[in-house]
T-cell receptor, first 111, second 117 residues
Framework: NAGVTQTPKFQVLKTGQSMTLQCAQDMNHEYMSWYRQDPGMGLRLIHYSVGAGITDQGEVPNGYNVSRSTTEDFPLRLLSAAPSQTSVYFC??????????FGSGTRLTVV | AQSVTQPDIHITVSEGASLELRCNYSYGATPYLFWYVQSPGQGLQLLLKYFSGDTLVQGIKGFEAEFKRSQSSFNLRKPSVHWSDAAEYFCAVGARAGGTSYGKLTFGQGTILTVHP
C-alpha cells in the first residue's frame, strides 16, 4: 500500500513548455485534489475531483488542467508554463469522514 | 466560504518551554479541523484532527488541540517543546460530507516555529 505517489519529485521547465504532474493512489479514495504551496501563503487548492469523471476548480485554477478517468489517477497539466507557476505541488486524497493523505510533493521551477 | 487565520507567522521558544500556536477559522457549520507539520523540504504530516466529540484532541509527538466553537478557534499546544519540533505548522479546515464544498481543505498561512537550545 503505497498511499499517494507523486512523480516527478523535481522538475525544471522553460517558460512556455508543457508538462504533466502525476498523482496516483492505491487506497480507492473518491476524493483527490491538487494544491500548490508558496512561501507565506500556505497551501492553495488548484483543482479537485470527487470521483472518476468529475472535476472542479479550486482557488487558483488558472494555467492548470485536470482530468479524472480512473479512481486511481489524477494528473495535473501545465499547458504553457510560466515563472509564476514555480512552486511545490501536493496531491491529496480524502476518505469520507476521515482525513486527508498527502503525497510527498513535486518541486517545480519554471525559468 | 471557509477560511483559516494563523495570526503568528513566526514563533520562537526555548527548548523545554510550553507552546501554543493559534488558529482561527471561519465556517458556516461545525468543521473538520486539522493541524499539519512540515519540516523543510518535506511533505505534510498530520499531527491531529477534530471531527466530533471531545473538544480536546490528542495527537502525535505530544501535541494536543482544543476546539472552541464560541471562539472559532483550534489552538495547538505542547507542554514542553523539543528541538526536533522546529518546523512549520499549518492549521486547516475541511468541509463535511455533502454539498459543493465537500472535500475542500483550506489552509492557514502557516506558523514557523524556531526552538532555541
Amino acid at each position: 500500500n503505497a498511499g499517494v505517489t507523486q512523480t516527478p519529485k523535481f522538475q525544471v521547465l522553460k517558460t512556455g513548455q508543457s508538462m504533466t504532474l502525476q498523482c496516483a493512489q492505491d487506497m480507492n479514495h473518491e476524493y483527490m485534489s491538487w494544491y500548490r504551496q508558496d512561501p507565506g501563503m500556505g497551501l492553495r487548492l488548484i483543482h479537485y475531483s470527487v470521483g472518476a469523471g468529475i472535476t472542479d476548480q479550486g482557488e487558483v485554477p488558472n494555467g492548470y488542467n485536470v482530468s479524472r478517468s480512473t479512481t486511481e489517477d489524477f494528473p495535473l497539466r501545465l499547458l504553457s508554463a510560466a515563472p509564476s507557476q514555480t512552486s511545490v505541488y501536493f496531491c491529496a486524497t480524502r476518505q469520507t469522514n476521515y482525513g486527508y493523505t498527502f503525497g510527498s510533493g513535486t518541486r517545480l521551477t519554471v525559468v | 466560504a471557509q477560511s483559516v487565520t494563523q495570526p503568528d507567522i513566526h514563533i520562537t521558544v526555548s527548548e523545554g518551554a510550553s507552546l501554543e500556536l493559534r488558529c482561527n477559522y471561519s465556517y458556516g457549520a461545525t468543521p473538520y479541523l486539522f493541524w499539519y507539520v512540515q519540516s523543510p523540504g518535506q511533505g505534510l504530516q498530520l499531527l491531529l484532527k477534530y471531527f466530533s466529540g471531545d473538544t480536546l484532541v490528542q495527537g502525535i509527538k505530544g501535541f494536543e488541540a482544543e476546539f472552541k466553537r464560541s471562539q472559532s478557534s483550534f489552538n495547538l499546544r505542547k507542554p514542553s517543546v523539543h528541538w526536533s519540533d522546529a518546523a512549520e505548522y499549518f492549521c486547516a479546515v475541511g468541509a463535511r460530507a455533502g454539498g459543493t464544498s465537500y472535500g475542500k481543505l483550506t489552509f492557514g498561512q502557516g506558523t514557523i516555529l524556531t526552538v532555541h537550545p
